[in-house]
């Protein structure tokens, strides 16, 4: 599967079924993070991983929506930063998130990524600060946000490259 096909592949998916993510196949999840790059190669994200029915139901609750499909998950990766090594923790995060969102499309594993920065709960508590506490984090972490993995319940169909709306492409000659 060429990296093209896995990012047609790829989805956002919030149904999973009861089955368990391979160790090996969560540990090359893992690794994708960690081989994300980053500026000026600091490094300041932190992986956690979640494989707690309780936590994952806590974090599930931390946001006003979009993030019910966390209790359902078998694990998921809440990607923090060290804010004390980089300013860009936002797009250093990002990417690793989507290292990892790839990585798992590629060994056909449902993933979605949950944001918690700029994000709250229906009580109106930043979103971030409550995955801190549920999670343990230091206040000098910030929190892009998690991704959830499972088992596919329904795999949708891939995109085509018909999807794409190629007016979005501009030159600058």
């Given at each position: 599967?060429?990296?093209?096909d896995v990012m047609l592949k790829r989805r956002s998916i919030r149904k999973y079924t009861d089955d368990k993510i391979s160790d090996e196949d969560l540990n090359k999840?893992?690794?994708a993070g960690l081989l994300a790059p980053t500026s000026r190669n600091r490094k300041p994200c932190e992986f956690i991983v979640v494989k707690d029915k309780d936590t994952l139901k806590k974090l599930s609750k931390a946001k006003k929506s979009g993030s019910d499909m966390l209790k359902?998950?078998?694990?998921a990766i809440a990607v923090f930063a060290d804010t004390k090594k980089a300013d860009t923790w936002i797009e250093d995060s990002s990417i690793a998130l989507t290292y990892m969102d790839l990585m798992?499309?590629?060994?056909g594993i449902g993933?979605?990524?949950c944001q918690f920065h700029l994000r709250?709960?229906?009580l109106g508590k930043d979103a971030e600060d409550t995955a801190c506490e549920v999670l343990g984090m230091g206040d000098n972490y910030r929190i892009v946000g998690v991704l959830?993995?499972?088992v596919t319940k329904d795999q949708p169909e891939p995109?085509?490259?018909d999807d794409i709306d190629k007016n979005k492409i501009h030159y600058v000659n």
């Open positions: 599967m060429t990296l093209l999840i893992l690794t359902d998950a078998n694990v798992a499309a590629s060994l993933s979605c990524w709250s709960s229906l959830s993995l499972g995109h085509t490259l």
